[in-house]
């Protein structure tokens, strides 16, 4: 488990680094951006990594929490990595976006709330298939 942890981890921080850096190369090509700004590229690498790598998988793969408690769980954790991230890449654009935390924060549980239903019904289907081959027993 902590080997797969560890991969998923590695694997999602690299993929949101790479595609952070996509973007503010589209985004900012006439601008030059300060060296210094490139930590702030790995911490929200980290984060993504810590949040989609690490915290959901144990959730919904391992952890045995109740339905809702998973769902807000992983809906805080989001919150928390939706304002670090904003943060790390731009503390003017957390100011513009911080009075309309309450709806972020509707949608996010929303979302999530619909993301497990959709989930659940995908595991189900997949038990319901491994049941339906088994062998009976004699």
């Known amino acids: ?6 991969h998923q981890f590695m694997q999602t921080a690299f993929v949101s680094i790479v595609w952070l850096t996509l973007i503010l190369s589209i985004t900012q090509w006439s601008s ?3 060296f210094h700004y490139v930590w702030h590229i790995i911490g929200i690498g980290t984060l993504a990594g810590i949040v989609f790598g690490v915290m959901y998988p144990l959730l919904w793969n391992y952890f045995t929490f ?4 998973n769902i807000l769980i992983s ?5 928390g990595f939706q304002v670090g991230a904003v943060a790390l890449y731009s503390t003017t654009l957390l100011e513009r976006i911080m009075p ?4 972020i924060a509707f949608l996010t549980l929303v ?3 619909i993301a497990f239903l ?3 019904k995908q595991q189900n289907q997949k038990l319901a298939q491994a049941l339906n081959h088994l062998k009976p027993q004699p």
């Open 118 to 120: 959709f989930y659940k």
């Open 100 to 103: 309309y935390f309450i709806g």
């Open 111 to 113: 979302g999530h709330i």
């Open 66 to 69: 109740p339905a809702p408690t």
């Open 75 to 79: 809906t805080v954790v989001n919150l």
């Open 32 to 34: 030059s951006i300060p």
């Open 1 to 6: 488990m902590i080997k797969e942890l560890k």
